[in-house]
């Protein structure tokens, strides 16, 4: 078995829902199991012009997998949940209802055009880096260095908004949890999760930046 992390977001439809279903249906691949998961990250719209406030925001987060499939093969699977969800590829960057990104597995270096690793720009995105950060505290960024240390160097927006649903009764409990706390910013059901790193709001709702 293998570890993979593997980078979740998009910006159009019933974002909550997609990345629910795409949770759940990344645990039901065959050989492969979600070992940690971060909770829901809300940024705005990155294109290649840079930040664009004027298109909806996305919802990111991300999951660590052990899988006991090649990199090329997850990929493959991973392109096909996009597609059931709707993903359309007319414009690089674009607004999508769904992107599947892995970022990095356990000792694969490739520059496949198809698939480099790892990530050539999880570096520098603080919606990979946040949410990596709190699935793995330890993690590191092969070649770049240590994800927490990474995150420090970056200055994107990014807020953490809630817990992942799609990982079960008691992670959508969470998600019900985080997204009903008031606004006196009282300890919402996955508060205890990680501690807060710098670089990343608190959402209105209390919820720790991690």
């Known amino acids: 078995m293998t570890r ?10 019933d974002r909550e829902a997609n990345l629910a279903a795409a949770v759940r249906a ?12 971060s909770g829901r990250y809300e940024t705005p719209a990155l294109t290649l012009e840079g930040i664009d406030a004027t298109l909806p925001a996305y919802l990111n987060a991300v999951v660590v997998v052990e899988t006991s499939l ?10 096909a949940i996009e597609d059931a969800q709707g993903r359309t590829r007319e414009v690089r960057w674009g607004s999508r209802t769904l992107d599947l990104d892995i970022v990095h597995v356990d000792g694969v ?3 496949d055009p198809e ?6 720009r999880a570096h520098e995105r603080a919606f990979v880096l946040a949410p990596w950060l709190e699935a793995d505290p330890e ?12 995150l420090d160097a970056v200055d ?8 992942l649903p799609g990982l079960g009764d008691e992670a959508d409990a969470d998600a019900d949890a985080d997204a009903g706390a008031d606004a006196s910013g009282a300890p919402t059901a996955n508060a205890a999760v990680v501690a807060e790193p710098s670089g990343v709001s608190p959402s209105a709702g209390g919820a720790p930046r991690a």
């Open 4 to 13: 993979a992390v593997i980078a979740l977001g998009g910006n159009l439809g």
């Open 26 to 37: 990344i645990d039901a691949i065959d050989g492969t199991t979600i070992v940690a998961a």
């Open 70 to 79: 090649e990199p090329a093969a997850l990929l493959s699977i991973l392109n």
């Open 109 to 111: 270096s490739s520059r």
């Open 115 to 120: 698939l480099v690793l790892p990530h050539p």
């Open 139 to 150: 993690a590191e960024l092969p070649g770049r260095g240590r994800v927490a240390d990474l």
């Open 156 to 163: 994107d927006p990014v807020t953490r908004v809630g817990a």
